[in-house]
């Protein structure tokens, strides 16, 4: 009966801080979009930290391509890819203000990757396999790019993070309170099918909607980001590029992106005129 006292003590304990290190914020402003999805995470995880130990991951990745001879810094392509960033950047602060003090990068790495991403604290990498394989035009780069700045934009990275190490808090709470090891991996098994799985999708939803207004802000054409995740969808017919294996192609992808276009194609219209 004691350490059945003890354990329930403990567990309630543990709940107690694992929730009050939980907060909920809104990492970005809901554009004309409408991305207003509360996101929750833990105080001891900050932005801060995730931005400095990302940015090292980023110049190890770096450095390993520039020995190898594969960082491209002065190619034509490299410099349409650095062009169409800048301009993507220069709308991030629409979303949230506090990024336009973030020490952004983007770099090329010569490679047959169909992939790109930007981590967190704007460090962009963009592949020449994705831009050559797919013969991307400018639009389309800036549909790629804008999806991998809204997922920084958004924190996607620290919020999984979060996710992760409360899920882990949580295993052990139950552990310590003696639920059996079978309920646990149970618990798992649900976390995974009815948390994780589920919020991806929102992720990549989010970042599909935040980089459609970006890249219409910056003077790109919307409508590129359906011809861009129909090559995509093309090129997962046979082995699937890197990229669709966290970014997944599909036609409720491609409806949700028509059905944002008219929201944001104003923006583009007058960003073209001036």
């Avoid at 354990?7 to 801080?17: D, E, K, M, R």
């Avoid at 960082?71 to 410099?79: Q, R």
């Avoid at 992106?257 to 007058?270: E, G, R, S, T, W």
Wanted: hydrophobic share 40%; with cysteine.
């Amino acid at each position: 009966m004691m350490k059945s006292k003890k354990s329930l003590l403990a567990c309630a304990l543990g709940t107690s801080l694992l929730l009050g290190g939980c907060q909920a914020v809104n990492t970005t402003s809901g554009g004309a979009v409408g991305v207003d999805r509360k996101q929750y995470m833990f105080s001891m995880l900050s932005s801060d930290e995730v931005n400095q130990s990302y940015a090292q991951d980023y110049q190890q990745t770096l450095g390993d391509a520039s020995n190898k001879g594969m960082l491209d810094k002065t190619s034509a392509t490299a410099k349409r890819v650095q062009r169409i960033a800048d301009r993507l950047v220069a709308q991030a602060p629409t979303f949230r203000p506090d990024c336009a003090a973030w020490k952004w990068e983007v770099n090329l790495i010569k490679s047959d990757e169909l992939n790109a991403n930007c981590g967190p604290g704007g460090k962009i990498i963009f592949y020449t396999g994705l831009i050559d394989k797919l013969q991307l035009t400018d639009d389309e780069i800036a549909a790629v790019m804008g999806h991998e700045i809204a997922h920084a934009l958004r924190e996607h990275g620290r919020e999984a993070m979060s996710k992760a190490y409360g899920v882990g808090a949580l295993k052990q709470i139950a552990l310590l309170a003696g639920a059996p090891q079978g309920a646990v991996a149970l618990s798992d098994n649900g976390v995974n099918l009815l948390m994780t799985l589920p919020n991806s999708r929102d992720n990549e939803n989010e970042a599909d909607l935040i980089g459609l207004e970006l890249a219409a802000r910056a003077g790109y054409n919307p409508n590129a980001a359906i011809s861009l995740w129909n090559k995509m969808s093309k090129a997962s017919e046979g082995a699937p590029p890197e990229f669709l294996s966290t970014h997944p192609a599909s036609t409720s992808r491609i409806s949700s992106l028509q059905a944002a276009i008219p929201k944001v194609m104003p923006l583009y219209q007058q960003a073209k005129k001036s």
